[in-house]
Nanobody
Framework: QVQLVESGGGSVQAGGSLRLSCASSEYTFCMGWFRQVPGTEREGVAYIFNPGGHSDFAASVKGRFTISQDTSQNTVYLQMNSLQTEDTAMYYC????????????????WGQGTQVTVSS
């Protein structure tokens, strides 16, 4: 059973930056970040293939967020720059052993989430 532990959330003013970390207990094929605002559907933010490091981003964050990984530590990072109030959400790390993309059904394992709050 893969275990994921997120960290790095917090409160920041608009225009600021935060870096989220997700440590996995073991290697996984793909890791993704999702976010959810209460009362809305979970949204895929970014993902990265473990072999090769190919990544992709939701249109709403492209150019502002980057994703990277430390394969030696099974850790993935989401660097969030130029944060906007619309980025306020609970952010979840997810891991998949087979598929990769923005569909949450691709991912078997989920972290507990870390809150990101952006104020104006």
């Amino acid at each position: 059973q893969v275990q994921l532990v997120e960290s790095g959330g917090g409160s920041v003013q608009a225009g600021g930056s935060l870096r989220l970390s997700c440590a996995s207990s073991e290697y996984t094929f793909c890791m993704g970040w999702f976010r959810q605002v209460p009362g809305t559907e979970r949204e895929g933010v970014a993902y990265i293939f473990n072999p090769g490091g190919h990544s992709d981003f939701a249109a709403s964050v492209k150019g502002r967020f980057t994703i990277s990984q430390d394969t030696s530590q099974n850790t993935v990072y989401l660097q969030m720059n130029s944060l906007q109030t619309e980025d306020t959400a609970m952010y979840y790390c997810a891991a998949s052993s087979t598929l990769c993309g923005f569909h949450e059904n691709f991912y078997e394992y989920w972290g507990q989430g870390t809150q990101v709050t952006v104020s104006s």
